[in-house]
């Protein structure tokens, strides 16, 4: 991640003249040079030069996010912290709160929440009856330091309990891990206050790479892929989530406002994984079996 945060920011600087890559701080100083080579900017290994920038994006394991972005926020700068925003919501409690009492802008990287195309499928459907997100990933060795439902469910947990705006009345959770392992694959069925509901699976052990939305509203059934190309808005090339996500931050750094995806956001999305680890493990978690087949749980 921390490689498109990069690029994003090159490309930036380089489209609406916002904003510079500076610094590339990583302990692996080789690492960081090779991202300077390719984007520009400084390759450093020491966090206290964040004090020469304005801004600074956390794109490190999940268990340094916290202290990396107090760090940041301490040397009076703004953050923009990788989801999700801490290993639980205890732990990112006091980066939030300490992040309000300084006034820093502080952000966390639910990208998701830019895709436009799940907003559009909401506004064809209408009042949706169903939703049902796939999000289904090869397995890779990014992103294991937290489980399957910190990593890709959070997203949807965090945009479909958002953007329906209603009170979730109950839900049910079961998962799956590889022997001793922590969960891969995870299925959600969220029942709101209206009737609706909506079937989350994510799955990060599956055969192909697969982001797929479908929507049951009052006027039409709607089915997308969220993994084809954001149309252009006019600029000379399309604009991802990731560029809108970075646009967004730069705004409310500029005018000194609360961002939509603030801190706060960051540890809601965490209470609901815990409320759905929790609930998996009251049901049992099942091992995987071929293409995330259920065996047992």
Request: net charge neutral.
């Amino acid at each position: 991640m921390g490689r498109l945060h990069a690029r994003t920011v090159a490309q930036s600087a380089a489209r609406d003249g916002d904003c510079r890559l500076a610094l590339v701080v990583d302990r692996h100083r080789a690492r960081a040079a090779a991202l300077v080579a390719e984007f520009g900017g400084e390759a450093v290994d020491d966090l206290r030069r964040v004090g020469d920038v304005d801004v600074a994006i956390v794109a490190v394991p999940t268990a340094a996010h916290v202290e990396t972005a107090l760090a940041v926020v301490e040397a009076g700068r703004d953050v923009l912290v990788e989801k999700p925003l801490a290993l639980d919501a205890a732990h990112g409690e006091p980066l939030v709160a300490r992040a309000e009492a300084l006034g820093r802008i502080l952000q966390v990287g639910h990208v998701e929440w830019y895709n436009p195309r799940w907003r559009a499928a909401l506004a064809r459907a209408g009042m949706p009856r169903r939703i049902r997100v796939e999000r289904l990933h090869p397995a890779s060795e990014r992103g294991l330091d937290v489980d399957v439902v910190q990593d890709l469910m959070l997203h949807d947990l965090d945009w479909v309990t958002r953007g329906l705006r209603e009170e979730v009345e109950s839900f049910d959770a079961r998962g799956q891990a590889r022997r001793g392992g922590a969960l891969d694959v995870a299925s959600v069925e969220l029942r709101f206050r209206s009737g609706c509901v909506a079937s989350l699976r994510a799955s990060r052990v599956h055969g192909t790479r697969l982001r797929r939305l479908e929507i049951e509203g009052d006027r039409e059934r709607v089915a997308v892929d969220l993994l084809e190309p954001v149309p252009s808005d006019g600029v000379a090339e399309p604009l991802d989530p990731l560029a809108i996500q970075w646009r967004r931050f730069v705004e409310a750094v500029s005018k000194r406002e609360r961002p939509e995806n603030d801190g706060r956001v960051g540890l809601a999305a965490l209470v609901w994984v815990e409320r759905v680890r929790a609930r998996i493990r009251a049901v049992g978690a099942g091992e995987i079996g071929a293409d995330d087949s259920l065996v047992g749980g």
